[in-house]
């Protein structure tokens, strides 16, 4: 299937990359997607789909950085997976208001963090934060992205990125807080 859909890419260079970063990152993917969906075929779908988005859109892929490229694309299939698995058990998703109060804060978050606690364990502590809100500090934080552009690519709503953003933050500011404590 992936051949099919790559074969609308004009761009021979871009179909080649695009088709060896796939084969490169399959098992990858298909794990992130099988986690969320427990079922094996549902899983190939939400890789599939993903992909399916790319070939679309290949500028979209092609603009980001090829280091953060598996970060974006596996964001793009636990999102995928999310809806299929909400779909497919009727969960109803529930849309955030809009409020204010998680506007993007005019210093940088990751500033702000500087010197209060050692990298490796923060980054452990980011990994281990929900992949929803993982994906949205990743997209906003680490990869420079606006708001719009992650709800964009991520396919929920502003209002939902500014919240999981919020959430994620307020994690690692409680993180670093607790953190601090031992230390003083």
Known sequence: MIAEMLSIIEDD????????FYKENINYFLNIAYLKL???????????????????????????????????IAAVIRN?????FNKKNKIPLEEIDKDDSYDENPI??????????????????????????RDVLTLRCLMEFSTAETAEKLNISQSAVKKRLHLAKEAVRKYIHEEDEVYE
Not at 40 to 63: G, L, T, Y
């Open 108 to 133: 940088s978050f990751e500033d702000s963090m500087i010197g209060k606690i050692s990298k490796d364990k923060l980054k452990q502590f980011i990994k281990s934060l929900p992949p929803l809100q």
């Open 38 to 72: 427990h079922n094996k075929s549902d899983a190939e779908n939400a890789v599939q789909e993903a992909f399916c988005e790319i070939v679309h859109k290949p500028d979209n892929f092609f603009s980001i950085n090829p280091k953060h490229r598996v970060s974006f």
């Open 80 to 84: 995928i997976s999310s809806d299929m």
């Open 13 to 20: 260079a871009q179909r080649n990359e695009l088709e060896q």
